[in-house]
């Protein structure tokens, strides 16, 4: 007597193994609460709110009236691969060959091409928690294990020495590092990166990979400057650092990022999987890049959109901290607050709510999360919560992101709007007596 197989599956189950990001996963929510004729204030997107400077914009133009909107180099053309080399040697004291360079479609796809070529399954990967998000969602989807380093408050969200070191092991594969830090703003020292450095070479092997995200590295504040951990002694031949124009060109939709390899015939390996999954990105949004990287003109659009960012800061940051049940530290770079709503949720009875929830629905939401979704429906600000930068050590920490990608007046009514709510547990109450989802 033969069994019968199992009825066949429409997705292979590795699909369900793959994570998101939940910034866009919101603008859903959000467009239900404004299909209701309420404008929400978005403080949600990691996205510059200035125009494209002209000049970047006017090379696009000319490249495309040039003819070139055709398949090019999938490595990324050879003169953006060397303003790209050019740029980093001079930032941060290297020596780059542009064959360590390639060009992608923004930032992401270098960061599952990471975990795809470096981390064999059932290694470990380590990354910051909070952190962004594509650092953790991608581990289980390559089977690996995920081990999350765990900032705390009270230490700046710094990823010190001390706090890397337990988890090095054998089983290390791939290290990520974030400075300036998405979603707290941190920016690493010279001290740290140093520690953190001699660390690394000393307990890891030389096939170990450290994928540096530096993207945020234009925007800091109070005098402060960005260094990459691969201008430490040693760490050139150890790092993957990677950028792009979304945040330093105000250009999240050109759809241009790309990571320096540590070897040539690393690059090569990318480069074939740049083949198999996307071809080539246009040629005339690279040229725009170029502009980007070697034209004057972009020195000025940096520092006005810098200037702007700081202010935000700290007028959010201010405002923040005068709202009981608010902590907020002041970031030192990108254009993010992190506040400590602890008090707010303990005020509201969102803790309590969520120690009452049924298991199933724990496990998908947290007490941040309550009180952000509180805040879209009822209040109209759209925030994202704790548990988007990393599930796992997430667990009691109870924080939210505000983007400062907006309008002074925005922000200063975002804020306005989350000190109301923190005094609302009627409405909480009522909120969460709606029927409405409590997850994202």
């Known amino acids: 007597m033969t069994t019968a197989a199992p009825p066949k599956r429409l997705f292979a189950n590795r699909v369900e193994r793959i994570g998101t990001e939940a910034a866009f996963a919101l603008g859903g929510l959000i467009r239900e609460v404004e299909a209701r004729g309420e404008r929400v204030i978005r403080c949600n997107l990691g996205q510059p709110d200035f125009p494209l400077p002209k000049h970047i914009a006017e090379a696009v133009k000319r490249s495309i009236d040039d003819g070139l909107t055709t398949y090019c180099d999938p490595q990324g053309i050879p003169e953006l691969r060397r ?10 004291g290297l020596d780059i060959d ?9 930032g992401r796809p270098p960061i599952g091409f990471a975990h ?26 390559f089977r690996c294990m995920p081990v999350p380093v765990v900032l705390q408050e009270e230490e700046g969200f710094g990823l010190t020495r001390s706090r890397l070191e337990p988890l090095l092991s054998d089983r290390t594969g791939l290290i990520f590092l974030n400075f300036p830090s998405n979603p707290t703003g941190g920016v690493a020292t010279r001290e740290q990166l140093e520690g953190l450095a001699e660390l690394i070479l000393e307990k890891t092997d030389p096939s170990v990979r450290v994928y540096s995200d530096e993207s945020y590295e234009a925007i800091t ?3 402060d400057e960005h260094i990459s951990i691969a201008s430490m002694p040693g760490m050139e031949a150890r790092t993957i650092i990677a950028s792009g124009v979304s945040k330093t060109y105000s250009w999240t939709g050109g759809r241009v990022g790309w990571a320096v390899y540590p070897t040539v015939a690393e690059a090569k390996v990318h480069r074939k999987l740049v083949i198999n999954y996307m071809a080539s990105i246009p040629p005339y949004n690279q040229w725009g890049a170029i502009e980007a990287l070697t034209s004057p003109e972009s020195d000025v659009a940096i520092a006005q959109m810098v200037e702007a960012f700081q202010r935000r800061r700290d007028v959010v940051v201010d405002a923040l901290n005068g709202i009981d049940g608010v902590s907020c530290q002041n970031p030192k770079g990108a254009f993010y607050a992190f506040p400590n709503v602890a008090g707010i949720l303990e005020g509201i009875g969102a803790l309590d709510a969520y120690e009452a929830l049924d298991e199933g629905v724990k496990s998908e939401t947290s007490p941040s999360t309550l009180f952000q979704l509180f805040l879209i429906h009822h209040y109209r600000v759209a925030t ?53 989802s409590l997850t994202l």
């Open 384 to 436: 994202m919560d704790r548990r988007s930068f990393s599930v796992l050590g997430s667990e009691g920490q109870h924080y939210l992101r505000l983007s400062t990608a907006n309008a002074d007046g925005e922000l200063v009514e975002a804020v306005k709007r989350i000190g109301d709510a923190s005094t609302d547990a009627a409405g909480f109450e009522t909120f969460l007596q709606s029927g409405l």
């Open 116 to 141: 795809m070529s470096y981390s064999e399954a059932g290694e470990e990967v380590i990354y910051p928690s909070p952190g962004y998000p594509l650092f953790e969602s991608f581990i289980p989807y």
């Open 221 to 223: 504040f109070d005098g």
């Open 83 to 92: 303003a790209v080399a050019d740029s980093m040697s001079a930032k941060h």
């Open 98 to 106: 542009p064959e360590r360079v390639v060009v992608y479609p923004g």
